[in-house]
């Protein structure tokens, strides 16, 4: 088992930190769809007995995040008409999130919101791998969403998105990084500003349907890109202004 776990400290919820590390190597491609796993190998990772880490495999199994049959534990490999149906789950819980952020997000919400947004448009390319610079961009594209999803206030929310984008990263980044200098990065910063200016303008129905639209269109892409992975021209090796 490869990648990195941080290890854990003692505490009064060891099995809610368990739970957290794993889900996050889940959702950040450290654990791959179909990779087995042991409670006693996770237990040796994380540093604790294998009690919370019990508690942990037990959550995650709720939310499909792993999948048990019989003795074997694996993470969940959705296939491509999965991860369509969670693209349309995922873009109609961001319009929600966007609607109440809309009338619930702080003016330092907002503001951060409109930070991230200038960074991804700042994101440098010359002289720097295709991936390099897809991955920057993705993190922040996702850091604009998250902020988005925490200003909505709704921690119930906020995790049921988590659980709808949990295998998103690995496609999307293998997606973007095939289509090298034609990844249409513009289109997207568009969509956020307009996204942004709906949230200060304090307009629930807009910011709504703007980001609905934008998460279903953006997930499609990202899926035929992903689908056609094998035919594609193969990305340039570097992006270039």
Do not use: C, K
């Not at 990772?45 to 499909?64: D, M, Q, W």
């Not at 961001?94 to 952020?101: C, I, K, M, N, P």
């Amino acid at each position: 088992m490869s990648g990195s776990v941080r290890t854990l400290t003692t505490g009064p919820s060891l099995a809610d930190q368990a739970y957290g590390a794993l889900r996050q190597n889940i959702t950040d491609g450290t654990f791959v769809p179909g990779q087995r796993l042991t409670e006693r190998g996770l237990a040796t990772l994380l540093g604790v007995s294998p009690t919370p880490v019990r508690e942990a495999i037990t959550r995650l199994e709720h939310e499909r995040l792993l999948v048990r049959a019989g003795r074997t534990l694996t993470v969940a490999a959705p296939t491509t008409a999965q991860l369509r149906e969670f693209v349309h789950i995922e873009a109609a819980l961001r319009g929600v999130a966007a609607r109440l952020a809309a009338t619930r997000a702080s003016a330092r919400q907002l503001s951060e919101i409109a930070e991230t947004h200038l960074a991804s448009l700042r994101v440098p390319r010359h002289g720097r791998t295709v991936e390099d610079v897809a991955r920057e961009i993705l993190t922040l594209t996702r850091r604009f969403h998250a902020q988005i999803d925490d200003a909505s206030g709704n921690r119930m929310l906020v995790d049921m998105i988590a659980t709808a984008t949990a295998f998103d990263w690995t496609a999307r980044l293998h997606a973007a990084t095939t289509l090298g200098t034609h990844y249409p990065a513009q289109e997207g910063h568009q969509d956020h500003q307009e996204i942004l200016e709906a949230l200060r303008s304090r307009d629930p129905d807009r910011a709504e349907e703007l980001t609905r639209t934008h998460t279903l269109h953006t997930g499609e892409r990202f899926l035929a890109l992903a689908e056609r992975e094998q035919t594609a021209a193969p990305a340039e090796d570097h992006i270039g202004n």
